[in-house]
């Protein structure tokens, strides 16, 4: 067991147990709260909004193509449960999943740090949809949207219970949630280890399992709908990887799209209800 004094876990608690430390240049661990189970990255990751300033424009421009089956695929995950209304994209980035839904009739709105990003989503969709600032600098309406996203956002957050405290105020009766985040405790990650690509400890915060995204989802005042885990071939998984072709990455890859196919892939839909007291 590690104490680590003023490493507060999303619960408050700072025990934790040491599930992988590296023993490259990059010197980082990852941590297991003794508490909730939760999984974070020790030292924690720059997590300012200057780190995000300009975070993966040309990739996301590069892949366009990918990005837009992607964000095809989530849309048609959250109108199972909400078909129109207002929807707001935590992280929208170059607007893809926005224009998607505004193309469906709802009433759209995002937040983006990255700058670059923003001025390639303006010329798409005009300007005013899109804050260029963190969604803790946002100001919203309380119980105005019908729905909220966040897609490969929620582990580079640093305060996961403001955050969810924020997205129910602002959320409708009824309203969902949308997140899509790497899986922690898929069966391709428990394969390589170290290697996955999903840990990016120089940028993701936590960790998140199926089992522990539910617990922090129930007590901030949700109910998890559904679930999904998948292989999801998108820009963000394709900068996990370096430039050129490896026979090693692409037979991983042949293994991570076959878990996929058997609802054991490396990356998660979870999508839930605001509780009504």
Same mark, same amino acid.
């Given at each position: 067991?590690?104490?680590?004094?003023?490493?507060? &876990?999303?619960?408050?608690?700072? $025990?934790?147990?040491?599930?992988?430390?590296?023993?490259?240049?990059?010197?980082?661990?990852?941590?297991? &709260?003794?508490? &909730?189970?939760?999984?974070? #990255?020790? /030292?924690? /990751?720059?997590?300012?909004?200057?780190?995000?300033?300009?975070?993966? #424009?040309?990739?996301?421009?590069?892949?366009?193509?990918?990005?837009?089956?992607?964000?095809?695929?989530?849309?048609?995950?959250?109108?199972?449960?909400?078909?129109?209304?207002?929807?707001?994209?935590?992280?929208?980035?170059?607007? &893809?999943?926005?224009?998607?839904? !505004?193309?469906?009739?709802?009433?759209?709105?995002?937040?983006?740090?990255?700058?670059?990003?923003?001025?390639?989503?303006?010329?798409?969709?005009?300007?005013?949809?899109?804050?260029?600032?963190?969604?803790?600098?946002?100001?919203? /309406?309380?119980?105005?949207?019908?729905?909220?996203?966040?897609? $490969?956002?929620?582990?580079?957050?640093?305060?996961?219970?403001? #955050?969810?405290? %924020?997205? *129910?105020?602002?959320? %409708? %009766?009824?309203?969902?949630?949308?997140?899509?985040?790497?899986?922690?405790?898929?069966?391709?990650?428990?394969?390589?280890?170290?290697?996955?690509?999903?840990?990016?400890?120089?940028?993701? @915060?936590?960790?998140?399992?199926? !089992? #522990?995204? *539910? *617990?922090?989802?129930?007590?901030?005042?949700?109910?998890?709908? !559904?679930?999904?885990?998948?292989?999801?071939?998108?820009?963000?998984?394709?900068?996990?990887?370096?430039?050129?072709?490896?026979? !090693?990455?692409?037979?991983?890859?042949?293994?991570?799209? @076959?878990?996929?196919?058997?609802?054991?892939?490396?990356?998660?839909?979870? @999508?839930?209800?605001?509780?009504?007291?």
């Amino acid at each position: 067991m590690l104490k680590i004094n003023n490493l507060f &876990c999303w619960c408050g608690d700072y $025990h934790y147990k040491v599930l992988i430390e590296s023993n490259s240049s990059q010197n980082f661990k990852i941590l297991r &709260c003794s508490n &909730c189970e939760l999984v974070r #990255t020790f /030292p924690i /990751p720059d997590y300012s909004k200057q780190r995000y300033s300009n975070y993966g #424009t040309l990739n996301y421009i590069k892949n366009n193509k990918i990005l837009i089956n992607e964000m095809k695929r989530i849309l048609k995950e959250i109108m199972k449960f909400k078909a129109s209304g207002r929807f707001l994209e935590i992280g929208s980035s170059i607007g &893809c999943l926005l224009g998607l839904a !505004k193309d469906n009739n709802f009433e759209i709105s995002g937040v983006e740090p990255s700058r670059g990003a923003l001025e390639i989503a303006e010329r798409n969709m005009g300007m005013g949809i899109i804050k260029n600032c963190s969604f803790a600098e946002a100001d919203f /309406p309380n119980e105005y949207f019908d729905v909220v996203a966040m897609n $490969h956002v929620l582990e580079h957050v640093s305060d996961l219970g403001n #955050t969810f405290s %924020k997205i *129910k105020n602002i959320l %409708k %009766k009824n309203g969902i949630i949308f997140i899509g985040t790497p899986n922690f405790g898929g069966v391709f990650r428990k394969i390589v280890g170290k290697n996955w690509p999903g840990l990016r400890p120089n940028e993701h @915060i936590w960790q998140f399992e199926s !089992k #522990t995204i *539910k *617990k922090i989802l129930k007590t901030s005042g949700f109910r998890v709908i !559904k679930t999904k885990k998948i292989y999801s071939k998108n820009p963000r998984s394709i900068m996990f990887f370096p430039e050129g072709f490896l026979l !090693k990455d692409f037979l991983m890859g042949i293994l991570n799209w @076959i878990l996929g196919l058997l609802g054991l892939g490396d990356n998660m839909y979870i @999508i839930a209800i605001k509780n009504n007291e």
